[in-house]
């Protein structure tokens, strides 16, 4: 994995695949496995901040301030998981009583999300993904032959939220699990509720024909739409009063009807002043799209 796979802007933001010319995605990131992403998160930080176990299974500490888990990472000592969380404050290695779970998809018996459903037939799809210190976002999408299928996809984004509302030892109630996919059910996202504890506490999402009330500053397209709109996209509580708990580094939510894998350029004000300003459509949630953002070079 050697550039130009792999890139880094100037705010902090490592790179996975890219956008280039004619490309719609690079060859390199076809048939990504959570090893190669594993090996990506150590090389960019020098340190063991991620482990995997198997094909499915990826644990990971992010070296940010306020963590209280010293590193490095293993199966047992871990903040994020596929298929949990930790919501411990004291650097212990993380049992069961300190761990939420991935609520269960409504009907049937599968976790909320599993990496496998990232990864389920990487070797057919083309993976894009952004890092920092804070949170990993990772977007796989099928191909057909040399284009994108935007009917096949999955995204899964999770860290520490940005402007953040809690602090001191609640610092784990800003931990956010995000997942958008092309099967709606599939559609989720939650918190821990409370620190050392394993309760989850559901975001709002919105359902067709709905969009997010809530907006923070307009970010301008390159050319002027009526009635476009992108904002700092803001994570909820499902629960009255439906209080903001922060925005998710690295994604913006759009009014603009873009399709799912294709790339838009934001000429306004960016939320966390990087250089790279392309953003790719990674999910529809209820009526707006939600754009993560992509490394390009020469994009016309």
Request: hydrophobic content about 35%; glycine content about 6%; charged content about 15%.
């Given at each position: 994995?050697?550039l130009?796979?792999?890139n ?10 890219w956008r280039?010319n004619?490309?719609?995605y ?7 496995t ?7 998160i150590?090389n ?10 198997s094909?499915t ?19 047992s ?7 949990n ?13 300190a ?24 070797s057919?799809?083309a993976?894009?993904?952004v890092l920092?210190n804070r949170?990993?976002?990772i ?38 699990i ?17 620190e050392n ?17 809530i907006a ?7 050319s002027a ?22 925005y998710?580094?690295?994604l913006l939510?759009?009014?603009l ?8 350029r934001?000429?306004?004000i ?7 300003n392309?953003?790719i ?15 390009t070079?020469?994009?016309?």
């Open positions: 994995m050697n130009p796979l792999i880094t802007d100037t705010f902090g933001n490592s790179y996975y695949g280039i004619d490309l719609l690079s060859p390199e990131s076809v048939g990504f959570t090893a190669q992403l594993a090996t990506w150590n960019f930080f020098n340190q063991t901040c991620a482990v995997t176990s094909s299974t990826l644990k990971v500490i992010f070296p940010t301030s306020f963590e209280s888990l010293t590193f490095p990472a293993t199966s000592k871990y903040r994020f998981g596929e298929e969380a930790s919501t411990v404050t004291t650097n212990i290695n993380v049992t069961s009583a761990r939420i779970s991935y609520p269960t998809i409504a009907n049937n018996n599968d976790s909320l999300y599993d990496s496998s459903y990232l990864f389920a037939g990487a057919s799809r993976f894009y993904g920092n949170s990993l976002s977007f796989s999408i099928a191909r057909n032959g040399q284009d994108l299928n935007n009917n096949n996809f999955c995204f899964v984004s999770f860290g520490w939220l940005n402007n953040s509302i809690y602090s001191g030892n609640a610092f784990p109630r800003n931990a956010y995000l997942i958008l996919d092309s099967d709606t059910h599939q559609i989720r996202g939650f918190r821990p509720s409370a504890s394993n309760v989850v506490r559901n975001f709002n999402i919105p359902q067709l024909p709905d969009a997010d009330p923070n500053y307009p970010v301008s397209c390159l739409t009526p009635g476009a709109n992108t904002t700092e996209f803001y994570l909820r509580d499902n629960d009255a009063p439906n209080k903001a708990i922060g998710v580094p690295n939510k759009t009014s009807q873009i399709p799912v894998g294709e790339v838009y934001n000429t306004g960016d939320p966390d002043l990087s250089n790279m392309t953003w459509c990674v999910g529809v949630l209820g009526s707006e799209r939600i754009l993560m953002r992509v490394w070079q020469g994009l016309a």
